[in-house]
């Protein structure tokens, strides 16, 4: 365990479902990010939340909606997604004022038929 | 706008044999630049980092990397692999410039290392 704790860790939802990706760390880090991990591609920045606080959203389409209650949690609330959408989805967390990398999760493999 | 390349999909190495994955980058400011290691159906792990100092740097299971300014590179180096060395490896980098949007961490497309016995 990485202190960054993803559930669940594969999701097969239909395009008219709604589902939820859940994120929680355990490491007093202040700041969050969900990433989109497709085969043969850069891993992909969805969304950045610093103290709570949604600091970028790099064009995600808007059936992907996190949500950040606290500083421990994260989530990524799916819906109407396309078959397009299955893929890796990767949690990670930083203490964003220090210079070090990111502490990520197992991720959840998401699966859209 | 930061960016990492990393130009080869697969290296192929033998075990035993010294290892090399390639990672050149751009950022606007200073560098600080990682590499992660992801095994299957996980997420990814800590390797090692620049942000000053040294230009060679020493991480976790053996592994270095080594700073290059002039050809903006960071590639990732091992003298002698292990089947077990078998991954996908990402290198990222962030702008030591910036807070915000701007530092944030951003990936290469990953290579996939395959050891041999």
């Known amino acids: 365990e990485t202190g960054v704790t993803q559930t669940p860790r594969h999701l097969v939802m239909g395009m008219t479902n709604k589902k939820s990706l859940k994120c929680e760390q355990h490491l007093g880090h202040n700041a969050m990010y969900w990433y989109k991990q497709s085969a043969k591609k850069p891993l992909e920045l969805m969304f950045v939340?610093?103290?709570?606080?949604?600091?970028e959203n790099n064009s995600v389409p808007s059936r992907f909606s996190p949500e950040c209650p606290n500083s421990s949690h994260l989530f990524l609330h799916l819906h109407t997604l396309q078959p397009e959408d299955s893929a890796l989805y990767l949690c990670?967390?930083?203490?964003?004022?220090?210079?070090?990398?990111?502490?990520f999760g197992s991720g959840t493999r998401l699966t859209v038929v | 706008a930061q960016s990492v390349a990393q130009p080869e999909d697969q290296v192929n190495v033998a075990e035993g044999n010294p290892l090399t994955v390639k990672c050149t980058y751009s950022?606007?400011?200073?560098?600080?630049l990682f590499w992660y290691v992801q095994y299957p159906n996980r997420g990814l792990q800590f390797l090692l980092k620049y942000i000053t100092g040294d230009n060679l740097v020493k991480g976790s299971y053996g592994f270095e990397a080594e700073f290059n300014k002039s050809q903006t590179s960071f590639h990732l180096k091992k003298p002698s692999a292990l089947v077990s060395d078998s991954a996908l490896y990402f290198c990222a980098v962030r702008d030591g410039n910036y807070g915000g949007s701007q530092g944030n961490l951003i990936f290469g497309k990953g290579t996939k290392l395959s050891v041999k016995p």
């Open positions: 939340y610093n103290f709570k606080e949604q600091t």
């Open positions: 990670a967390s930083s203490q964003f004022s220090e210079v070090g990398g990111y502490t």
């Open positions: 950022v606007s400011g200073n560098p600080y």
